[in-house]
T-cell receptor, first 107, second 122 residues
Framework: EIVLTQSPGTLSLSPGERATLSCRASQSVSSYLAWYQQKPGQAPRLLIYGASSRATDIPDRFSGSGSGTDFTLTISRLEPEDFAVYYC?????????FGGGTKVEIK | QVQLVQSGAEVKKPGASVKVSCKASGYTFTSYDINWVRQATGQGLEWMGWMNPNSGNTGYAQKFQGRVTMTRNTSISTAYMELSSLRSDDTAVYYCARVLNRGGGTYLIGYWGQGTLFTVSS
């Protein structure tokens, strides 16, 4: 199974700052990589799929890049509602797997 | 709009079974695969398996083979996930989740239920 490693585990930033989250796969997943946001007590929400395509109604401050084994989620300017946990997921091969998550917290 | 509404929280004893329901609305139930994902408190997301609601075909994570069964009732647009031989480490929130679209792959999740917490405790 493909292992996804997210870094850092926690990112402490202030509103308005840029956030850069990393996801590395143990083998190539091509572009079958998605990013989800999860807030406390809520289900995850799809942000990005196909490594770089924004899901419906996702603000353009969220962007994804990468292919193969190295991927990045960038939040250009953090809004208060963006402080949450972010997970990457590969969905190109079975079993699909998730990374361990990156928590973006208010500094 | 797509909605997935899950059954309520449950408490079970070790060794028991639990069956979670997931009622779909806002789309044609048989047209989109359903996945089940669980999350222990304070932990990450763990994929359990998928089901094609049209054919009933399923695929399970190796970890849950023999303990999990995913079924559906198309007449009421409802998917079910049953987990047996419960252990304390099965305590988690369980999510049903619909794929984003038919061309995007079986495991790309676009819509999530609200989650069902079940607690395994003696």
């Amino acid at each position: 199974e493909i292992v996804l490693t997210q870094s850092p585990g926690t990112l402490s930033l202030s509103p308005g700052e840029r956030a850069t989250l990393s996801c590395r796969a143990s083998q190539s997943v091509s572009s079958y990589l998605a990013w989800y946001q999860q807030k406390p007590g809520q289900a995850p929400r799809l942000l990005i799929y196909g490594a770089s395509s924004r899901a419906t109604d996702i603000p353009d401050r969220f962007s994804g890049s990468g292919s193969g084994t190295d991927f990045t989620l960038t939040i250009s300017r953090l809004e208060p509602e963006d402080f949450a946990v972010y997970y990457c997921q590969q969905y190109g091969s079975s079993p699909p797997t998730f990374g361990g998550g990156t928590k973006v917290e208010i500094k | 709009q797509v909605q997935l509404v899950q059954s309520g929280a449950e408490v079970k004893k070790p060794g028991a079974s639990v069956k979670v329901s997931c009622k779909a609305s806002g789309y044609t139930f048989t047209s989109y695969d359903i996945n089940w994902v669980r999350q222990a408190t304070g932990q990450g997301l763990e994929w359990m398996g998928w089901m094609n609601p049209n054919s009933g075909n399923t695929g399970y994570a190796q970890k849950f083979q023999g303990r999990v069964t995913m079924t559906r009732n198309t007449s009421i647009s409802t998917a079910y996930m049953e987990l047996s031989s419960l252990r304390s480490d099965d305590t988690a929130v369980y999510y049903c989740a619909r794929v984003l679209n038919r061309g995007g792959g079986t495991y790309l999740i676009g819509y999530w239920g609200q989650g069902t917490l079940f607690t395994v405790s003696s």
